[in-house]
């Protein structure tokens, strides 16, 4: 019998409890041979991120043993922390950042001395019998770290040779097929590397070194990603030159388009071992690309340039990796969790390896559907949003009654909001809540001009878009104007802030490592964003009324919804001092202003413990607002 209760107060069976122990991060997924590798990041064990391998014969085991932690910290965010050949695996332990290495049949052993150098990004060179990385000097803390791409002897402690030095940032170091070629990508500041960097090449010297260096794209205006081999030794990689990361081959006359089209083969580089293509065994490339926010699978024969699609569930789609007739990837649905799917190139049958979440059949009527929707924003422009409407089979809200509404601000702020499923959405849409996921001026996977219209913008063109998403959906008459709650984390704790502070539109909020202080941002924050401001604002102090007018610390006498916070005690992206400082400010002013930090987090909670009462406390906050009763915190 369907029940009759208010919108947000309904009973759904998706609890944190679940939605936490059911739940671990996928990602990295790697073939070698007949294994395939994948990284887990485990909540139950504190978040630590375990190496698991898939043998032929369907078995699995964890290949990195407890307490060992497979993540790297290069520009704060990882990725890119293992690498494995013929079952030989080098990967970066997260305690102190040294590289361990495990033969088959052995423990983890310490490659790398203790010293403050961190490492991600490796290629294995087994002819030189050495690891080919990129490693980020903290030995001076007076400046900032050093970034290179170096060579570390599979020999433990041996010194190590600087291949290329010079940027600021490196990327992508790749050996060609037959080892005697290297290319990479390197990006200066102020850039980020969507905004501008550079894809060089070179050949190795008889004593390892590097010679006859050359720039073969990129540069100031122009985004390279993920340079790769072709198993033939030629050379492929994604630029936006076009308008759209589209991919390209690098030739005598120089970069030849693979194929044109208005979509998006690329992604921001914010973590190391982003991939979005790789090649079978006939030299077919095997792709992933976005169109109006959703990702599809395709086969382009270089040769003849065609795109043919292969049809699969999957609507988001990264780490993808190829290997003669097999590729990996990590998939997802709006009706199915992220997954590590195999997928056989010539038959196109996929096969999940390993869920990142469990999700009972009973479970699968609760579900939410995503809808693709754009909306009118300011200057005459439009923006889009994945809307999930609240649903749940056994509840029913009074005829006269619209549910409260959630706008999710995603973080970066250059990244994208996904549609496929959460089982953290399904929290909130379970039990009454709308949700708007807003893909905001600045997104990806909309085009280059579509991130540049957040260039100088930020904490306006986004705090627009996020505010017209909910008053359009208001407008459609599908969710409560009165009731309109604004959330995000990182970037997106601080758009959340700023539509607090500059809009009166929510009636509350919840901030997740937000950034409050834009000039405290720009003052202290780890390297690899240190001038991401200069592109986002205006350079800094130059522009610092921008800063000023722009951060919700300075605001916050115009704040008087609610707003929880949460913030991690380790966290170097968004140190705990600027969310204590907004903190401070609201309650001297008698706005309600909840405050949760989490010792031992960092930037992202991994800890399953901490996710389970963030979530709660989240709730708790919405409701007590929602039921108009006062509350102290």
């Not at 939410?368 to 999930?388: E, L, V």
């Not at 966290?571 to 405050?595: C, H, I, N």
């Amino acid at each position: 019998m369907v029940k009759l209760a208010e919108y947000g107060f309904w009973k759904s069976p998706f609890t944190s409890d679940s939605v936490v122990k059911e739940s671990v991060r996928l990602g990295e997924p790697a073939l070698d041979g007949g294994d395939i590798y994948w990284l887990e990041g485990r909540p139950a064990e504190k978040g630590r991120s375990v190496l698991v391998r898939r043998n032929p014969d369907g078995s699995c085991n964890d290949v990195s043993p407890a307490p060992f932690n497979v993540r790297t910290r290069v520009h704060e965010y990882g990725g890119g922390a293992y690498a494995v050949d013929r079952g030989t695996v080098f990967f970066s332990n997260f305690s102190d950042q040294r590289i361990c290495k495990i033969s088959p049949g052995s423990e983890p052993e310490p490659l790398t001395p203790e010293r403050p150098w961190r490492y991600a990004d490796a290629a294995v060179d087994c002819g030189r019998r050495r690891l080919t990385a990129v490693r980020e000097d903290h030995s001076d803390p007076s400046r900032e770290p050093v970034n290179a791409i170096v060579a570390v002897p599979f020999q433990p402690n041996a010194e190590q040779n600087v291949l290329v030095s010079g940027a600021d940032f490196y990327s992508n170091p790749r050996l060609s097929p037959d080892g005697r070629r290297l290319c990479w990508v390197e990006w200066r500041h102020p850039n980020m590397p969507w905004d501008g960097s550079e894809l060089w090449a070179a050949e190795f010297a008889a004593d390892g070194s590097l010679a006859a260096r050359r720039k073969v794209a990129g540069g100031p205006e122009e985004s390279i990603f993920q340079p790769e081999w072709s198993p033939s030794g030629r050379l492929f990689f994604v630029s936006d030159r076009s308008g759209f990361w589209n991919l390209y081959r690098d030739t005598p006359s120089g970069p030849a388009a693979v194929h044109e089209i208005e979509a998006e083969f690329g992604l921001p580089h914010w973590v190391f071992r982003m991939s979005t293509y790789g090649f079978t065994g006939d030299g077919r490339l095997i792709c992933a690309y976005a169109r109006a926010g959703a990702w599809n699978l395709a086969l382009i024969d270089p040769a003849a340039g065609g795109l043919d699609p292969i049809e699969t569930p999957y609507t988001d789609i990264d780490g993808l990796q190829a290997a003669g007739n097999t590729a990996v990837f990590r998939g997802a649905s709006p009706s199915e969790p992220a997954a590590i799917v195999r997928l056989n190139v010539e038959s196109g049958e996929t096969e999940r390896l390993r869920s990142a979440a469990t999700l009972a059949d009973d479970l699968r009527p609760y579900l939410s559907s995503p809808q693709s929707i754009s909306f009118p924003t300011a200057g005459g422009q439009a923006a889009h949003a994945f809307y999930y409407p609240p649903h749940n089979p056994d509840f029913a809200a009074p005829q006269d009654e619209k549910p409260p509404l959630i706008v999710i601000s995603h973080g970066g702020p250059t990244s994208a909001a996904s549609n496929a499923l959460s089982l953290a959405k399904q929290y909130w849409t379970s039990r009454g809540f709308a949700i708007v996921d807003v893909n905001y001026s600045g997104s990806s996977g909309y085009g280059r001009e579509y991130r540049k219209r957040l260039n100088g913008n930020w904490g306006v063109a986004d705090v627009d878009d996020c505010t017209n998403a909910a008053l359009y959906l208001a407008g459609q008459g599908l969710v409560d104007r009165g009731r309109l709650i604004v959330k995000g984390g990182s970037a997106g704790g601080y758009t959340t802030m700023a539509c607090l502070a500059f809009r009166d539109v929510f009636a509350a909020g919840a901030s997740y490592y937000g950034v409050s202080d834009l000039e405290a941002l720009a003052r202290d924050t780890h390297k690899f964003e240190s001038r991401y401001l200069d592109t986002l604002v205006g350079p800094y102090p130059e522009a610092r009324d921008a800063y000023v007018e722009r951060s919700p610390i300075h605001a916050a006498d115009k704040l008087s919804a609610p707003i929880i916070f949460f913030q991690g005690s380790e966290d170097r992206v968004v140190p705990p001092s600027q969310t204590e400082t907004m903190v401070e400010a609201l309650r001297a002013k008698g706005t309600p202003a909840a405050y949760l930090l989490f010792a031992g987090e960092q930037h992202g909670f991994r800890n399953g413990d901490n996710v389970k009462r963030a979530l709660d406390a989240e709730l708790y906050f919405y409701a007590a607002i929602l039921l108009k009763k006062g509350i102290r915190f």
